[in-house]
Structures are given as C-alpha cells and as structure tokens.
C-alpha cells in the first residue's frame, strides 16, 4: 500500500537559518505529492505540491522537488522565520481512479528570534 | 479561510454518547473527506464522499458512520464514544475526486471523551 515517512520532530531552528525536512514516500506506480502546513488551532493548509518526477513545487519560499529514482519529496527553504512555525505534512495521491491523500505523521517546525 | 465549514468546534461527551460532527464543503465541491487526527496516529483517512456516494473507506471504524446530503454537506457520526476516540476530526473537500485537484481542509472539531 501507499505510505510516506517524514523525519520525526520537532526540528528546532533559529531564524534565517536553512531548513530540509525529509520526506520519503511508497506508493504504486507514480503518485502526486504535496506538503501542507498547519499552524497552531488551524486546519492544513496546502503548501506545495509536485505532480510527476521532477517536478519542483514552491511557494512562500518554499519548496521541494519529486525525486523519482530516490523516492523522496524534501521540503527546504533557504531562510526560515519565527512565523514559519507550524505542523508540516508530506502526502501522497495515487494519480489514478479516485484516491485520497495519504499523510506522513508531521514534523513540527520551531523557528526561534 | 479555506471555505470549509465545520461544527462544532469542540465537543466534550461522556463515553458511551453519540456525537455528530457537521461539514459544510466550499462552494462547489463535489468531493467531501473525513479525516482524524490524533497523536499517536497521525492523520488518518477515514471515508471519502463524491456527490452524495461513498467513493472510499479507510480506516473508519464500524461505530462511525458519514454521509453526504444532497445539498453537498456531510456529516460524520460518532457512537458508543470511547476514551480513545478523542481526538481532532477534519473536513476537507474538492472540486472532484481526481488526484491533482487541490484538498481544502477545514478547521476540525476537537472531541474529547471523558
């Protein structure tokens, strides 16, 4: 079956440092992947997503790039800030039929002033 | 705000109770899901919906039981509530059920069962 593994937290950091969140995935032939973002008392919110090898996904300084050959989806940004502070989730999508999402367990981000 | 609707946004109950948890989906979404969330198990996929029909099931346990109406909103519930059932349950919808369209998650109902 489908699963996704992300390194487990929390991954503490100081502001503009640089930030890599593993994620790894297994999944059937070739699924779409996302990263989502919660911040504390919210829901998940998409971040960035990747639809096929190679592909590279970014936003708000974001990003993360689908890595076939390695299985892997690893989120990065090159300077992080307090605000960045949250929950975040690697998934996966099967890109056939209907499917649903299916998420790492979350790796909590902590940005310190 | 993702346009996802969801109430109540906390309920406490007593074991042994049935609660229902409400989903209102973005305009538009034809595609509801029910997720949970708790600590030792992540986030876990429970049912989807595709316009009004039970499109997938995952790890949904036989006292929990959903449907989705025909004006689109969804409701999940809860029975024979026990301790273990705490946790935060979410909504999320689509515009279909294909695997590229965008999931909107709502803000989730936090039960906790005492």
């Known amino acids: 079956g489908n699963s996704v593994t992300q390194m487990e937290g929390p991954v503490t950091l100081s502001e503009e440092a640089f930030l890599t969140i593993n994620c790894t995935y297994t999944a059937t032939g070739y699924p779409s992947l996302f990263w989502y973002v919660q911040y504390p008392g919210e829901g998940l919110q998409l971040l960035l997503k990747?639809?096929?090898?190679?592909d590279k996904g970014s936003n708000k300084g974001f990003e993360a790039t689908y890595r076939k050959e390695t299985t892997s989806f690893h989120l990065e940004k090159g300077s992080v800030q307090v605000s960045d502070s949250a929950v975040y989730f690697c998934a996966l999508r099967r890109n056939s039929g209907y499917s649903t999402l299916t998420f790492g367990k979350g790796t909590m981000l902590l940005v310190s002033p | 705000d993702s346009g996802v609707t969801q109430t109540p946004k906390h309920l406490i109950t007593a074991t042994g109770q049935r609660v229902t948890l409400r989903c209102s989906p973005r305009?538009?979404?034809?595609?509801v899901y029910w997720y949970q969330q708790s600590l030792d198990q992540g986030l876990q996929f429970l049912i989807q919906y595709y316009n009004g029909e039970e499109r997938a099931k995952g790890n949904i346990l036989e006292r929990f039981s959903a449907q989705q109406f025909p004006d689109l909103h969804s409701e999940l519930n809860l029975s024979s509530l026990e301790l273990g059932d705490s946790a935060l349950y979410f909504c999320a919808s689509s515009v279909d059920a294909g695997s590229n369209t965008e999931a909107f998650f709502g803000q989730g109902t936090r039960l906790t069962v005492v």
């Open positions: 305009s538009g979404d034809l595609s």
């Open positions: 990747a639809t096929k090898a190679d």
